[in-house]
């Protein structure tokens, strides 16, 4: 059973920062790109980054770039996404999924305000 545990969220000011964990099971991790998405209120889920599972290429969206990195730690089944000078318009809730191949988990509210 896939299984997909996102955490780490939280309030924060703009310009703050968060890193965002989620922890995964039921499948074998290393054979999976992995990719990060937002749903903010009242919007379609969209993507915010992805990495690939042979050798950790990572792609960004273009509102990201530059202030979030994505990662992950093949050891502990586990992709983070570093997030960096953040604004009000990244307020969403966090998901992550294995690229292409689904599986969502109940995601971790990020919260941007002063």
């Known amino acids: 059973q896939v299984q997909l545990v996102e955490s780490g969220g939280g309030l924060v000011q703009p310009g703050g920062s968060l890193r965002l964990s989620c922890a995964t099971s039921?499948?074998?991790?290393?054979?999976?790109?992995m990719s990060w998405y937002r749903q903010a209120p009242g919007k379609e889920r969209e993507r915010v980054a992805t990495i690939t599972n042979a050798d950790d290429i990572t792609t960004y969206a273009d509102f990201v770039k530059g202030r979030f990195t994505m990662s992950r730690d093949n050891d502990r089944n586990t992709v983070y996404l570093q997030m960096f000078n953040l604004k009000p318009e990244d307020t969403a809730v966090y998901y992550c999924?294995?690229?292409?191949?689904?599986?969502w988990g109940q995601g971790t509210q990020v919260t941007v305000s002063s």
């Open positions: 039921g499948f074998v991790f290393s054979n999976y790109a």
């Open positions: 999924t294995r690229t292409n191949y689904g599986g």
